[in-house]
């Protein structure tokens, strides 16, 4: 390997691309993707990567499909212009959520993208905050997993979190809950939230902890429909909740989520930037908060070989995020 560092970028998320490139202090890579009228598409990557150490960022935007497909061929063409190492920089992974066979005959779809990746010619994924653990075994390259709760906290300890109770939107949060109350010091508590079929129409049944004349602050790894956290809010309302704020880090907004986030009880939404809000996805309640300087900063680390895990710490991260850009 020559050594050299480049990164280039999909056309899912180019400000982000931007974003990390500008901290990492490199050029955005040069190439060239081109949709044919049957929907075909041609990626060509128009520099020297011939014993690079190359890394792509792509995130799982809409269209969903064509951005995966051309992550796929933009990571063939690498290789065949024979680039040294592929890293995936993938913020969101498509189809992550499939990560179970819940119900006969269907597919373990996360599984599927990752084998694909492989095939792809990838030789490793940096991405953040998988929905569950075990998605990490899917693939059969080593995967770095950067945690979206320490950018996260880090913009929280900003307010007054003195009457704050953080609260996971349904039993399955609740362990990636502990890692928000370590950082911060706070109380928890867990809604019990059911749901039937595949409507995206939620049910908080119950409360497990106290959120009467408190801020409830619910925490969850995604926002998609907004259903889930729409009902949250609502439900801590009832239960004697002064305020309900929230913070997730993948803003998915799919379908007319940042309509519900306006009309709910809700003060203030924070997401960071994994992925991009279109104008339609805008709502003055959501703070966006740039993730683009720890993804640099792992980058580095996977190029020089240093430690990655590093990057867990919350004191590391509070120094990376508040240093220069």
Known sequence: MNNGLKVFSGSSHPTFARAVCERLG???????????????????????VRGCDVFVIQTSASPVHEHLFELLI???????????????????????RSDKKDR???SIAARLVADLLKTSGVDRVLTMDLHSPQAQGFFRMPVDQLLGAGPVCERLRQE??????????DAGEAKDLGRYANRLDLPMAIIDKRRDGDDEKPRAVSLIG??????????????????????????????????????????????NAAE??????LEKVIVTDTMP????????????????????????????GSSVSELFDQEK????????A
Do not use: C
């Open 210 to 255: 106290d959120v009467e004349g408190k801020v409830g602050v619910v925490i969850d790894d995604e926002i998609a429909s907004g259903g889930t956290l729409v009902e949250a809010a609502n439900f801590l309302k009832e239960r004697g909740a002064t305020r309900v704020l929230a913070a997730a880090t993948h803003p998915i907004f799919s379908s």
């Open 26 to 48: 490199v050029p955005l890579g040069i190439s060239n993707t081109v949709q044919f009228s049957n929907e075909n598409m041609l990626v060509q990557i128009e520099e020297n």
């Open 104 to 106: 006969p005959r269907i």
């Open 74 to 96: 933009m990571i063939d063409a690498l290789r065949s212009a024979s680039a040294e190492r592929i890293t995936a920089v993938m913020p969101y992974i498509p189809y992550i």
């Open 317 to 324: 991260v509070s120094e990376i995020l508040k240093s220069p």
């Open 160 to 169: 007054d979190t003195s009457d704050w109770v953080l609260v996971a939107a």
């Open 277 to 304: 809000l279109r104008a339609d996805q805008q709502s003055e309640k959501v703070e966006v908060i740039s993730v683009a300087k720890l993804f640099a900063e792992a980058i580095s680390r996977i190029h020089d």
């Open 260 to 265: 519900r986030i306006d009309d709910a009880f």
